[in-house]
């Protein structure tokens, strides 16, 4: 079957550098995206990686190692607007996207 | 920008009814999805169309029916709504192609009693 793992919430402070993992099992790779998604909200783009390494974009990037299955998103200088949840999500060999259940982020001051 | 909009945010029907979920997008995309969210799972995919009048069934069609009559608009029909779909429905569009980000609509929360 297929599968994506996050962790369930994680807890950071304003200022700080968090990072937020995630591994797939999937059949095939076209890529792995990352979004955001403030509560009640719609989820929105942060992210796409297809070659292995990292991608910086601002305070946020984003890693992956295909050979590993795993990716990472690292938030930098943590602000309160950064509570949200971050979904993970990788293309299928049928080019569909598989998501994970994402990862709750909470700031504290 | 891109703009996805959805017809109701709030949305109650009773068990049985035919409930219609409207999606319209403005940037001419080909691609457009209905998903569902329910807590502790990721987005689930009911629905896609890669174009007008083509539709493709994804991993929880049951239930379910869709129509793309133009290219801006992607309706999601419960033929007999129940309650275990109540829930969180998001619609998305996106262009054509793999790297492609999906765009999605703010969301109806639907809930069958």
């Known amino acids: 079957g297929q599968n994506i793992d996050q962790p369930t919430e994680m807890t950071a402070t304003e200022g700080a550098i968090v990072q937020i993992n995630c591994t797939y099992q999937?059949?095939?790779?076209?890529?792995l995206f990352w979004y955001q998604q403030h509560a009640g909200e719609a989820p929105t783009f942060l992210s796409y990686?297809?070659l292995d390494g990292l991608e910086e974009k601002g305070r946020f990037s984003s890693f992956l190692s295909r050979s590993k299955g795993y990716s990472y998103l690292l938030l930098k200088e943590l602000q309160m607007k950064d509570s949200a949840s971050y979904l993970c999500?990788?293309?299928?060999?049928?080019?569909?996207?598989?998501w994970g259940a994402g990862t709750k982020l909470i700031i504290k001051p | 920008d891109v703009k996805v909009t959805q017809s109701s945010r709030y949305l109650v029907k009773r068990t049985g009814e035919k409930v219609f979920l409207e999606c319209v997008q403005d940037m001419d995309h080909e691609n457009m999805f209905w998903y569902r969210q329910d807590p502790g799972l990721g987005l689930r995919l009911i629905y896609f169309s890669y174009d007008v009048k083509m539709k493709e069934k994804g991993d929880i069609p049951e239930g379910y029916s869709v129509s793309r009559e133009k290219k801006e608009r992607f309706s999601l029909i419960l033929e007999s709504a129940s309650t275990n779909q109540t829930s969180m429905y998001l619609c998305?569009?996106?262009?054509?192609?793999?790297?492609?980000?999906?765009?999605f609509g703010p969301g109806t929360r639907l809930t069958v009693t």
């Open positions: 999500a990788v293309k299928d060999s049928n080019y569909q996207l598989i």
């Open positions: 990686n297809v």
């Open positions: 998305a569009s996106s262009l054509a192609g793999d790297a492609y980000e999906q765009y």
């Open positions: 999937t059949s095939g790779f076209n890529g």
